[in-house]
Nanobody
Framework: QVQLVESGGGLVQAGGSLRLSCAAS????????MGWYRQAPGKQRELVAI???????NYAYSVKGRFTISRDNAENQVYLQMNSLKPEDTAVYHC??????????WGQGTQVTVSA
């Protein structure tokens, strides 16, 4: 089992920044990938950013140039630095981990609200 705990969400004005953290209950070194997804009210969950064990990174088109994902294997954490936030970034942000031989794990999520 893997537990993922997100933190760092909150209320921010448009143009502001937030840094989300995702702490894993065990070493993330062997994880195939870790990512951030978000779900806004009435919408499906969507990929925001994902980082693979190889270091390859992919972003949703809507956040490219504004968000940065990173991982710290020593701290067993993944981060999402979000700059130039827009009201349309408002959502619950969930951390995801794909673990070899075990599958996908999800955190409970952290609310991000961007006011106009």
């Amino acid at each position: 089992q893997v537990q993922l705990v997100e933190s760092g969400g909150g209320l921010v004005q448009a143009g502001g920044s937030l840094r989300l953290s995702c702490a894993a209950s065990r070493s993330i070194f062997s994880f195939n990938n870790m990512g951030w997804y978000r779900q806004a009210p009435g919408k499906q969950r969507e990929l925001v950013a994902i980082i693979f064990k190889s270091g390859y990174i992919n972003y949703a088109y809507s956040v490219k140039g504004r968000f940065t994902i990173s991982r710290d294997n020593a701290e067993n954490q993944v981060y999402l630095q979000m700059n130039s936030l827009k009201p349309e970034d408002t959502a619950v942000y969930h951390c995801n981990a794909n673990v070899p031989m075990m599958g996908d794990y999800w955190g409970q999520g952290t609310q991000v609200t961007v006011s106009a």
